[in-house]
């Protein structure tokens, strides 16, 4: 079954202290839904139209399980918390089998 992986790049970050209270809401919600955070805020090198701002890759057992945390109750809490704190771009993408 192909995994699942959060993708997220930070166009700009409007209002640090909405990000940190969705920083501490959303790790727990993701944990919960068995996700996996391999890179957040490391070392970005972009290319063409690549943005090389705030990146986070969180990895899921499965896309389905990917699209059931990003709709659970707990992580739409954390999301509520950003509100319009940050621009960003947000996709679930499923991994090759």
């Not at 970005?44 to 990003?70: K, N, P, Y």
């Amino acid at each position: 079954m192909p995994k699942g992986y959060w993708v997220s790049v930070y166009r700009t970050i409007s209002d640090p202290e909405k990000l940190a209270a969705y920083g501490k809401l959303a790790p727990a919600a993701v944990e919960a839904g068995g996700g996996r955070v391999l890179t957040r805020g490391s070392r970005v090198v972009a290319h063409e139209a690549g943005i090389a701002e705030r990146t986070v890759l969180i990895e899921f057992d499965s896309f389905e399980q990917a699209v059931a945390t990003h709709e659970s109750a707990a992580y739409q809490e954390a999301l509520a918390a950003l509100s319009d704190g940050v621009e960003r771009d947000f996709r679930i993408v499923e991994g090759l089998d």
